[in-house]
C-alpha cells in the first residue's frame, strides 16, 4: 500500500524559503504524475503545482509561478515543494497527493492518495 507523508513545514517570514518534501512508500511512486494543494484557513483546497511521472512537465498555479518548483526524484520515491520569496498569503495547510487521471491535475478529484498534510505559516 503506497502512503504519502509530508515534511517541512513551518514558520518562516515573508520573503523566506522553505522546502516542503513527500515521501512515498511502494514500487508505483515513479509511474505517478504528482501534485501539492494547499488549504487556508476558511478557504476551499486549491491546486499549487504538479509534475509528470518522468519530470518533463509542471505545471503551476499563477500566484506561485516564477517562486515554487516541483522537483522530483524517482529514485529516492520523493518530490519536492521548492518555496521562495514566500508571502503570508501563501500560509496554508500543503498536501502531497497522487494523480490518478482526468481531463485536468489542477482538479483535486482526480487525485486518489493524499498526505497528511504540513503546516506553512509566513508572518509579515
Known amino acids: 500500500q503506497v502512503q504519502l507523508v509530508e515534511s517541512g513545514g513551518g514558520l518562516v517570514q515573508a520573503g523566506g524559503s522553505l522546502r516542503l518534501s513527500c515521501a512515498a512508500s511502494?514500487?508505483?511512486?515513479?509511474?505517478?504524475?504528482m501534485g501539492w494543494f494547499r488549504q487556508a484557513p476558511g478557504k476551499e483546497r486549491e491546486f499549487v503545482a504538479s509534475?509528470?511521472?518522468?519530470?518533463?512537465?509542471?505545471v503551476y498555479e499563477d500566484s506561485v509561478k516564477g517562486r515554487f518548483t516541483i522537483p522530483r526524484d524517482n529514485a529516492k520515491n520523493t518530490v519536492t515543494l521548492q518555496m521562495n520569496s514566500l508571502e503570508p498569503e501563501d500560509t496554508a495547510v500543503y498536501y502531497c497527493a497522487r494523480f490518478t487521471g482526468g481531463s485536468s491535475m489542477r482538479v483535486g478529484a482526480n487525485y486518489d492518495l493524499w498526505g497528511q498534510g504540513t503546516q506553512v505559516t509566513v508572518s509579515s
Open positions: 509534475i509528470t511521472w518522468g519530470g518533463s512537465t509542471t
Open positions: 511502494g514500487r508505483t511512486f515513479s509511474r505517478s504524475p
